[in-house]
């Protein structure tokens, strides 16, 4: 087995150099890898096969050529639509080869359906641009009418979306008149229609809400639905609009403007009519319960009735009735007048008495004071006997603690300079001047020498 080359050179390799299978089939594979990144390849698909693994396998061709593809699982899941026999598509693939068998093939990033490109990419601009301007927010959506009288399409005469419709209008309440505003659905100029038919609804003002509809289909089928033109006649409209564009999966540019939005036009039929049956059965329910509000009513009127008539009496006897009265409350004023005067008599003595008995006895009370005199005299004047032997002994002790006795016995007092009294000859050193205080007088002396 001869060795394998450097790959860095297999673009230019050596005459002599022997290659193996597997690093040609792999310097070939760098060679389109680097030459052809990824790029957007249109055409057919044929021989189309899902394998149980989930990843997609089928080729590509045109009239003159075709290429094999592989589209992975892990890519092909975020498709939401089913690649099929015979289809023309777009796909951004890296071009590549598959070493295995030697195939010259595409890995497939993302596919999509051929035209539809440039389309969605105008599609989603129009839609941020009404986004940014309001035209979807839920503020400016009108409420449905809850009975409308009238019901208006606007769709085309020969789409079978209004032959649904109307069987869906007729099935549900049969009563309610339907005005349809003919437009066509589909080719140039649709869109302009469409619009002009809404405001042809609105300036008649005839109906209460508006069912714009259309059967299924592409997206250029679709397409004058995403008409900014429409957009914004569906804005302006004063009557709700109600659309049923295609199928549930089908999203268009005058669904999100729109007031409500039905996944196909039978069921925006279904939003915009009530039921007959459930309004007879509303009215029913609503007969059942007026009737036995009505019984009530009049039960309780009844007995109201049957109360004030036991009550109701002639003016004879209720003058007779009131004068009864009178006399009694008459009489009752009276024995509670003569009440009142005997319990003002009773309190008034009582008080009489009780003031009496608490009137002070003067004499009794100017002999107290005499003896309270008599006695205060004689307690003060042992009070002061007693303190003037007390001040007399504290006089005594004083004395013998004066310091002036103990000099007159002929004691004296050494003080240092500073004051302090010197009690004791330690630390008293030669020299120390000292201040002698005498019975009477003072003198400075000098240490000579502390024993």
């Not at 996944?263 to 309004?279: G, H, K, Y």
Request: contains cysteine; hydrophobic residues 45%; aromatic residues 6%.
């Amino acid at each position: 087995m001869p060795s394998e080359p450097d790959l860095t050179r297999l673009s230019s390799p050596l005459p002599a150099e022997i290659l193996s299978v597997s690093a040609l089939a792999r310097s070939v594979r760098d060679l389109l890898e680097h030459r052809y990144p990824l790029l957007w390849v249109a055409g057919e698909i044929s021989n189309c096969v899902r394998a149980k693994s989930g990843h997609l396998y089928f080729s590509l061709k045109d009239e003159n050529a075709q290429v094999r593809c592989v589209m992975f699982r892990n890519r092909g899941q975020y498709l939401d639509w089913e690649p099929r026999e015979g289809l023309r598509v777009e796909v951004r693939a890296l071009v590549t080869l598959y070493e295995a068998r030697g195939d010259f093939q595409l890995n497939v990033e993302t596919m999509r359906r051929a035209g539809q490109g440039a389309l969605f990419e105008a599609f989603l601009r129009l839609r941020d641009k009404l986004d940014k301007e309001g035209l979807f927010d839920a503020a400016h959506k009108k409420p449905l009418p809850a009975y409308p009288q009238r019901i208006g399409i606007v769709t085309s005469l020969q789409a079978a979306a209004l032959r649904d419709v109307i069987t869906t209008l007729a099935r549900r309440n049969p009563s309610i008149p339907v005005i349809i505003y003919p437009a066509p659905v589909q080719g140039e100029g649709s869109a302009q229609r469409l619009a002009a038919a809404i405001a042809t609804a609105a300036r008649r003002d005839e109906c209460d809400v508006l069912i714009l509809c259309r059967g299924g289909g592409s997206i250029e089928d679709l397409w004058a639905f995403n008409d900014e033109g429409l957009a914004r006649a569906i804005h302006a409209s004063p009557i709700p609009v109600v659309t049923g564009i295609g199928h549930e999966t089908d999203f268009t540019i005058a669904e999100f403007v729109a007031d409500r939005r039905a996944a196909t036009p039978t069921a925006a039929a279904e939003l915009v009519a009530p039921a007959r049956a459930d309004l007879l059965a509303g009215l029913r329910q609503l007969g059942r319960s007026l009737q036995r509000q009505m019984q009530f009513a009049l039960e309780t009127k009844g007995q109201r009735v049957d109360s004030l008539a036991g009550r109701l009496q002639s003016p004879a006897d209720r003058l007779t009735a009131s004068s009864s009265r009178l006399a009694a409350a008459r009489a009752r004023l009276g024995a509670a007048f003569a009440l009142c005067t005997r319990s003002a008599e009773w309190r008034l003595s009582h008080g009489v008495r009780r003031l009496a008995a608490a009137l002070p006895n003067l004499g009794l009370i100017e002999h107290r004071i005499a003896e309270l005199e008599i006695t205060l005299a004689r307690a003060s004047a042992r009070r002061l006997v007693a303190l003037g032997e007390d001040l007399a002994r504290l006089s005594m002790g004083l004395a013998h603690l004066d310091p002036a006795a103990v000099l007159e016995r002929g004691y004296t007092i050494a003080r240092r300079p500073d004051g302090s009294v010197v009690r004791t000859s330690a630390g008293l050193r030669t020299g120390d001047p000292l201040e002698l205080s005498f019975a009477r007088g003072t003198a400075t002396v000098r240490v000579e020498k502390p024993h």
